[in-house]
């Protein structure tokens, strides 16, 4: 798996993006809006907190991995309501390589 991955995800989101809402997930997440997608972030981030939880505790990490997927797939979704494509993020952390991450969040202005 590589980072096409990514873009091809990306690709299919924007193909659904006009599709009939009630045919593709994809399609109704657009249809009821920017606050129901940003809902969803926030539910996946949560939902990937408490599996990571879990997993520290002894659970498989299954769930972590299908909840990250979860997480990973509803900010594609995020990006592309905004008018972004996965490239611009992978192109930011590209642009971290080589900066310690104390350095990089000191440059942002961020204590």
Same mark, same amino acid.
């Given at each position: 798996m590589?980072?096409?991955?990514l ?6 989101i924007?193909?659904?993006? !006009? $599709? %009939? ?7 109704? &997440?657009f249809?009821? @809006? ?31 991995i299908?909840? !990250? $997927? %979860? ?7 995020? &990006?592309?309501?905004? @008018?972004?494509?996965?490239e ?22 961020n204590?």
């Open positions: 590589t980072t096409d991955t873009s091809r995800v990306a690709q299919v924007e193909a659904r993006k !006009t $599709a %009939d809402p009630t045919e593709s997930y994809v399609a109704s &997440l249809h009821k @809006g920017l606050n129901k997608i940003l809902e969803k972030v926030g539910e996946e981030s949560v939902e990937t907190i408490l599996a990571a939880k879990d997993c520290a505790n002894g659970a498989s990490k299954d769930e972590l299908y909840e !990250t $997927a %979860d997480l990973w797939f509803h900010s594609l979704v995020m &990006l592309a309501a905004l @008018g972004e494509k996965p611009s993020v992978l192109q930011e952390l590209e642009r971290r390589f080589g900066l310690s991450g104390l350095e990089e969040k000191a440059a942002r202005g204590n």
